[in-house]
């Protein structure tokens, strides 16, 4: 028969992360701390908000960008939130979760044969959607820090190179831009005319009184850029599968294009629950980034204990422990943890070429269990 798909077949491979989780099947004793998202429970204005638009029998397609409260909610939530001033009538599009919005980014911005450039360590997805439409990955090897190297970023600069993708607050690593790497960011991408793509799906979680800052805000590059939230994390909502892109009308006029034509548009129920949960006051969230801020600390403080090399992570939920001290691949390591303890954490070689020699630990889980699992992940290291 006809090859299927040589890009899904060949250029993809099946998540590192299923196959851990294979490993847990069955077993009541396993602590997770692989898991991307959450531990609070969604706001009860969001399940709400859902549930009383499926009572009136909202059920029928939605408009293709999206609800006009919620994009006029979205307009007023950057406006306030982000410093972002748009028309929700020309600069908005509903997605299904910050990863269509990445989609839809890619659909719009890129032809076969553009390169981009990430940071590395990244996010997972952002190395498969590039094969996906035909562009190539550069990956910029992050500082000891895990900060951004522009140095190493302009040398890797080619003709090619149609944007930059950053992730602030960064999963995995936890890290935060400061004010002075988005302003030399700025400078780059105008001083080579490319594109940004700002994934900020993290924005509310940033620790030790740093502010997030979107770089969508800084009008010298509002046209280059597209900024991309979700209700997933912000609102520990990841099955609701909402989020939206931001950006020029130019860019939002094709993302809506490709919208229409592969999903239609997203859950139109769900987005009354998103309107909800967006005129919460952002102050629900003080609580819950108070003890993230806890567990971030007693991970850290616990992780050097044991004996990792460990930078502080100053956003999202996630910390990069250092394997190098051990001399074991991240694969194994965390494949013999599961095994031996009964404790999942994500090697480090699914998020680039960079960090085979590093974990994802997630701590959002709760305290007991987080202590636990240090206290066996201590014990597997003691026995290496
Ligand atoms: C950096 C980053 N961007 C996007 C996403 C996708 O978010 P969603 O679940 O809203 O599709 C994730 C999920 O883990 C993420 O970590």
């Known amino acids: 028969m006809k090859e299927l798909s040589i890009t899904l077949k060949e250029k993809t491979p099946k998540s590192k992360i299923r196959e851990l989780f294979d490993l847990a099947a069955g077993r009541a004793d396993v602590i997770s701390l692989g898991i991307g998202q959450p531990d609070f429970d969604t706001p009860e204005p969001a399940i709400n908000g859902n549930i009383e638009a499926l009572k009136k029998n909202i059920t029928h397609y939605a408009p293709t960008r999206g609800i006009p409260e919620l994009l006029e909610q979205i307009e007023y939530k950057l406006r306030e939130i982000n410093d ?35 940071f590395s360590p990244n996010f997972v997805s952002y190395f498969y959607l590039g094969p996906f439409f035909g562009v190539e990955v550069q990956e910029i090897k992050r500082r000891e820090d895990f900060g951004p190297d522009f140095e190493a970023m302009r040398s890797a600069l080619t003709e090619k190179t149609k944007a930059i993708l950053i992730n602030s607050p960064n999963n995995p690593t936890g890290y935060a831009f400061t004010q002075n790497e988005m302003e030399e960011l700025v400078q780059i991408i105008l001083e080579y005319d490319l594109y940004l793509i700002s994934d900020e799906v993290y924005e509310n979680y940033i620790y030790d009184g740093l502010k997030h800052i979107s770089p969508g805000s800084m009008n010298e590059i509002f046209e280059r850029t597209t900024t991309l939230n979700a209700m997933s994390k912000l609102y520990s909502a990841t099955g609701f599968r909402l989020g939206y892109a931001v950006a020029k009308k130019e860019i939002i006029d094709l993302m809506e294009k490709y919208h229409q034509y592969t ?44 004996g990792f090399k460990v930078i502080k992570p100053q956003g999202a939920f996630y910390i990069m422990p250092s394997l190098e001290k051990f001399n074991i691949s991240s694969e194994e390591f965390s494949m013999r943890l599961m095994k ?22 997630s701590y959002a889980t709760e305290m007991n269990k987080l202590r636990e699992a240090m206290n066996r992940i201590e014990e597997f290291v003691n026995n290496l």
């Open 84 to 118: 972002i001033s748009v028309d929700w009538k020309e600069n908005i599009i509903v997605t299904n979760g910050g990863s269509q919005a990445l989609t839809l980014t890619f659909a719009s911005l890129f032809n076969p044969g553009d390169q981009f450039l990430l």
């Open 263 to 306: 999903v239609a548009g997203t859950n139109h129920a769900a987005q009354y629950g998103f309107l909800e949960a967006l005129k919460m006051d952002n102050k629900f969230f003080d609580e819950i980034l108070a003890t993230y801020k806890k567990r971030r600390d007693f991970s850290y403080e616990r992780l050097k204990e044991i």
């Open 340 to 361: 031996e303890k009964g404790v999942a954490v994500v090697p480090g070689n699914i998020f680039g070429s960079y960090s085979d020699d590093h974990l994802r630990i």
